[in-house]
């Protein structure tokens, strides 16, 4: 049905569907419905996330996992512009009855750019130092992100109904929603991955209009710059926001940079030019220039707070004395941070002590090795447990049906990009590559599942067009329309109800021993 400004009631035929319901709604009121479907389905299915995630988000009352170092250096930003230490009974003292929060102002040693405990700090400043503050952006986050996917695969998909089935999947991924929970950088590495992607397929549509036109004008696809490109500065910006939350965004540049290129490539080749491939080359470099210094300004802004601190020994930040030591090119605060990431880069690198639940990424996709956040098994009369003994767990894995769902989606993908060419799933696999394959480089490295957040978008996408391949096109006959429309329904059924199924273990619930073990399906989830 026709949507978007400009629908009239003269432009709407009457619903089928509702007619056979024998519903009848007034012609400018379903005109009107028609003409905002794009937004309002997914805002309905944001909505729905939102629900989910800001449910109960100050329990469990603890720092969990990966929050003891990230809430607190969150706090330290928002309050000295650089992360400090804290003594070792801090996180006994903030999430007491009567909470202590113990700030000083010696510098910590940090191994992550700030803007994502920039942003986990935000809800901080508004909310206070308790669970529901330092968790409260990354709930905003997850729920944004379950509105762009939407809109993501509503321009993907040309089909409003599949970008909402992208949102409700995404909504109802089990990874997502406890990352959505918990305040670490992954879920904030995810929403600027996906924020990128939104803005590169925006430039991509606004590319293709421009040469459309020129090509009404008698012109050709030879032109040296394809036209202004503010979608596509957006994207990089997006990158660099990526990158200085964890170095992985980097990834993301340089596949996006590749995606640019192709797709720019393409429309030349389209638009009737000779030498498409001369161009492309051209297009490439550009693409991979222009992205890569606003990527690399917005990196290096990041870092105002720890430049601007001060030089004096243990009164700045961690390493800014040390240009003034080491005298070199450039100003001092530049050889400082240089000699800092050299640093960090030998931390991640020589990252290999042994942890619990580490994993290997070989087994990701199938969610084989999931993290437990947080884990308490209180006894009959404690923390609601009213049998002999109760599990209370919050477990990042994702909602199984949903991964595995997204492995025969991601093969249809694939399929249809080598055999069919279809740019759609090009690029949703592009995604997936960026955020996934690099991990295949670092076996011996200490790497957990949770990872896997920052392209679950692209699993939930690739579902979302394998949905639409079993519903089949519009010009299919009613009846295969309605038997894969059936299979697709029970698909989304399926998912939704493994969703609730885990919902206890996503959310720390106090459940008896027994139920805990029905849901702990492979041994390798213990």
């Known amino acids: 049905m026709p949507d978007g400004p400009g629908v009239t009631p003269e432009d709407v035929p009457a619903s089928p569907a509702l007619a056979r319901l024998g519903i009848v709604l007034p012609a400018p009121l379903w005109a009107w419905l028609c003409r905002w479907s794009g937004w309002l389905g997914p805002i309905a299915v944001a909505v729905f996330a939102g629900v989910l995630r800001f449910s109960g988000l100050g329990t469990p009352n603890a720092l969990i996992f990966d929050e003891t170092y990230y809430a607190k250096d969150a706090y330290s930003l928002w309050h000295g512009g650089y992360e400090t230490s804290w003594p070792d009974d801090a996180n006994g003292q903030i999430t007491a009855p009567n909470p202590n929060i113990p700030f000083r102002t010696d510098p910590a040693y940090i191994v992550h750019p700030p803007v994502g405990k920039w942003i986990i700090g935000l809800g901080e400043q508004l909310y206070g130092m308790n669970p529901f503050g330092w968790r409260f952006m990354t709930a905003v986050l997850g729920t944004l992100s379950v509105l762009m996917i939407a809109r993501i695969g509503r321009r993907l998909f040309r089909s409003t109904l ?19 929970r918990a305040a670490l950088l992954d879920l904030v590495v995810m929403f600027w991955f996906l924020a990128a992607f939104g803005f590169m397929l925006l430039d991509r549509d606004r590319t293709r ?4 036109k020129r090509l009404a004008d008698g012109m050709t696809g030879d032109w040296l710059f394809l036209g202004w490109r503010p979608h596509r500065l957006a994207a990089a910006a997006c990158l660099g926001l990526m990158t200085a939350t964890k170095w992985s965004g980097l990834y ?9 290129a192709c797709w720019d490539a393409s429309a030349r080749r389209l638009a009737g030019s000779r030498n498409w491939l001369l161009w492309g080359l051209w297009d490439a470099f550009l693409a ?9 300004g917005v990196y290096l802004s990041s870092w105002t707070g720890w430049i601007l601190s001060s030089t004096a020994p243990g009164k700045g930040g961690y390493y800014r004395d040390w240009g003034l030591t080491h005298p070199g090119f450039g100003p001092d605060w530049l050889r400082s941070l240089w000699h ?19 994993s290997n990424p070989w087994s990701w996709l199938l969610q084989g090795r999931p993290v437990s956040f947080f884990y308490e098994s209180p006894k009959n009369g404690q923390a609601g447990c009213h049998v002999a003994e109760c599990a209370r767990e919050v ?54 599942l949770f990872y896997t957040v920052a392209f679950v978008p692209f699993v939930a996408l690739a579902v979302a067009m394998m949905v639409g391949a079993m519903i089949g096109p519009a010009g299919a006959s009613q009846d295969r329309r309605s038997v894969g429309g059936v299979g697709a329904g029970l698909l989304i059924l399926a998912v ?31």
């Open 162 to 180: 599949l970008g909402c089935v992208a949102g409700l999947l995404l909504a109802v991924d089990g990874l997502h929603f406890v990352m959505s």
């Open 209 to 212: 209009a421009l040469l459309a």
């Open 252 to 260: 993301g540049l340089l596949a996006f940079a590749l995606l640019a």
């Open 288 to 296: 991979g220039l222009v992205m890569g210094v606003v990527t690399l």
């Open 340 to 358: 800092y990431h050299v640093t960090m880069e030998e931390f991640h690198v020589n990252l290999h002590s042994p942890h619990t639940y580490q």
């Open 395 to 448: 477990l990042g894995i994702g909602t199984p049906l949903l991964w595995w769902a997204g492995v025969v989606a991601l093969g249809y993908c694939l399929y249809r990009w080598l055999m069919r060419r279809d740019w759609r799933a090009g690029a949703i696999l592009c995604g997936l590559a960026a955020g996934y394959l690099p991990w295949f480089f670092f076996q011996d490295r200490t790497i957990f």
């Open 496 to 526: 939704m109800w493994n969703f609730l199924y885990f919902y206890p273990l996503y959310t720390g619930q106090t459940i008896p021993m027994e139920d805990w073990r029905a849901r702990m399906w492979f041994t390798s989830w213990i």
